[in-house]
């Protein structure tokens, strides 16, 4: 069983005592490796996502949220909150990876996954306020209400500074409002991200309504391209201004934090 595609031509076989063509794809799967900044050491690598398989990972996002769109706030709360709990047992495990991988010093590591978790929470806390309907308007003849609903599958692209708050911060509000996330972390974190993926992978659900995706920033380009509905960026103001324009031209809504100076 191969792994790769490699397209070949010309390859002639016998095969019946007749000579046919053979064609032969084999696809290569790039790793991204992570190192030490530090010691420059491989710490751990994965397989690149492929562009090719982002359709498909675009479709069950989007059929996974119509199963997670029909549940409730507090229903789709107390699933995120076993979410929560997993993330509890893992914390010096994350904060060992981010301190590894992009160079932070442990004691700010830790600090980096607690910020994490204070938003989670109070992300958690505040959700079924937030986002039940409310009355604008109401007099003897009408009733003006405010509904909110989701805007269904959600481009999460983070930068690598803070690898576990951005990933809560662009994806636990999205998914509380039905949403589903198909989150980009940097290259330079990889190992931060797949743990993340794989706590988010507790339920069978969870696996479709979070799926993370590796490369590099062609790859986030790529997903630019897919059926999405909405997209939130974290990093420079000259990658910004691209995502906006691709945004802008698919009419879908666009959230960006841009710096460059940091």
């Given at each position: 069983c191969f792994r790769f595609w490699l397209g070949c031509k010309g390859w002639k076989y016998i095969w019946g005592g007749e000579k046919k063509s053979l064609f032969l794809k084999i696809f290569i799967?790039?790793?991204?490796?992570s190192t030490n900044p530090s010691t420059g050491a491989e710490i751990w690598s994965i397989e690149v996502t492929q562009k090719e398989q982002l359709t498909e990972i675009v479709k069950t996002s989007r059929e996974a949220q119509k199963a997670w769109g029909k549940l409730s706030v507090s229903e789709r709360k107390n699933i995120l909150e076993q979410v929560y709990e997993h993330f509890l047992t893992k914390k010096e495990e994350i904060a060992q990876s981010i301190s590894a991988e992009m160079?932070?010093?442990?004691?700010?590591?830790r600090d980096e996954v607690e910020y994490g978790y204070m938003y989670f929470k109070g992300y958690l806390e505040m959700c079924e306020n937030a986002l039940k309907s409310e009355i604008t308007k109401e007099t003897d003849?009408?009733?003006h209400t405010v509904f909110y609903e989701p805007k269904g599958?959600?481009?999460?692209?983070?930068s690598w500074n803070y690898p576990f708050s951005m990933c809560i911060w662009t994806t636990i509000q999205a998914l509380l409002a039905w949403n589903t996330v198909i989150f980009k972390t940097s290259k330079e974190v990889i190992l931060t991200g797949k743990l993340i993926a794989d706590i988010f992978s507790v339920s069978e659900l969870l696996e479709w309504i979070f799926q993370e995706i590796y490369g590099s920033g062609e790859l986030g380009d790529a997903l630019l391209e897919q059926d999405i509905d909405m997209v939130t960026f974290t990093g420079s103001t000259e990658i910004g201004r691209h995502i906006y324009t691709k945004a802008a031209s698919k009419l879908i809504p666009c959230v960006m934090e841009l710096g460059g100076k940091a």
């Open positions: 799967m790039e790793k991204i490796i160079g932070m010093p442990i004691v700010q590591a003849t009408e009733v599958v959600v481009a999460a692209i983070a």
